[in-house]
């Protein structure tokens, strides 16, 4: 059981967020994979989202965007 004063999580005291430290397990993960099951792995590994804006409570037309990868 934690402690209401316990230390912070690692990734915490790394100064990241919880985000870039599951990104970079999952990519270490998948580099660790034997071929065909990498390449297939690392060809899911990029994320498409949209952003819409809203202006005077509703929404504007929304724009596709994707993460960018460091490969």
Known sequence: MASAGGAAPFWRAAGMTYITYSNICANLVRNCLKEPFKAEAISR????????????????KPTIRSDPTEH
Request: proline share 6%; aromatic share 12%; net charge neutral.
């Open 45 to 60: 590994e990029r994320v498409h989202f949209s952003l819409s804006k809203w202006v005077d409570g509703k929404p504007e």
